[in-house]
């Protein structure tokens, strides 16, 4: 099983594809695609007509602690958005592996949480080509407006002044 382990892991991190960072103030959030990890189909930004949303975009599995220092400071400060964790991998051989990958989310994700992750594999690509993927440990955080226009984008790791901004925004 360890054998089988390294070789999903040199798989997985030989496929990727470097994209460099943009800005994406302004523009609309790409079509994509996701499954949440109870397992139901879920368009982005489509499904999130309506209400403003904050997608907090995870490129590796190191992007998790960047992504947890956000939700505490979210939590912290009792900010009302809905808020979603996208984990977004790209190419052929993750979607592969997708079962393994999304069995290990939930091994380490409460379950009520489970409805608030949104995996992307097939449009994984799109996404990071869209927000740029260098410096993958730090989380995309990408707040939408009512009709899926991104309205808030911060890359460079948590920070309680961009937490301040993105309040401010809400």
Same mark, same amino acid.
């Given at each position: 099983?360890?054998f089988?382990?390294i070789?999903?892991v040199?798989?997985l ?5 470097s994209?460099?960072?943009?800005a994406?103030?302004g523009q609309?959030f ?22 403003m949303? #904050? ?11 960047? &992504?947890?220092? $956000? ?10 958005v809905?808020v ?5 991998i ?6 592969m ?16 949480l $489970?409805?608030?992750?949104?995996? &992307?594999?097939k449009?994984?690509?799109q ?15 990408? #707040?939408?407006?009512?009709?899926g226009?991104? &309205? ?19």
């Amino acid at each position: 099983m360890r054998f089988l382990m390294i070789i999903a892991v040199v798989l997985l991190s030989a496929c990727s594809t470097s994209y460099p960072n943009q800005a994406i103030t302004g523009q609309d959030f790409p079509s994509v695609t996701g499954q949440t990890l109870e397992k139901e189909s879920m368009a982005l930004p489509d499904d999130l007509q309506g209400k403003m949303s #904050l997608l907090l975009i995870g490129y590796k599995q190191d992007s998790q602690f960047d &992504i947890d220092r $956000w939700l505490i400071g979210l939590d912290m400060t009792q900010t009302q958005v809905a808020v979603y964790e996208v984990p977004t991998i790209q190419g052929l051989f993750p979607r592969m592996f997708s079962p393994l990958i999304n069995n290990g989310m939930r091994a380490g994700i409460p379950k009520p949480l $489970w409805k608030g992750v949104v995996t &992307i594999y097939k449009d994984g690509d799109q996404v990071q080509a869209f927000t740029g993927n260098e410096n993958p440990n730090n989380t995309r955080v990408v #707040l939408l407006n009512e009709q899926g226009k991104v &309205i808030y984008f911060y890359d460079q790791g948590f920070s309680v002044d961009a937490l301040n901004q993105l309040r401010a925004l809400l």
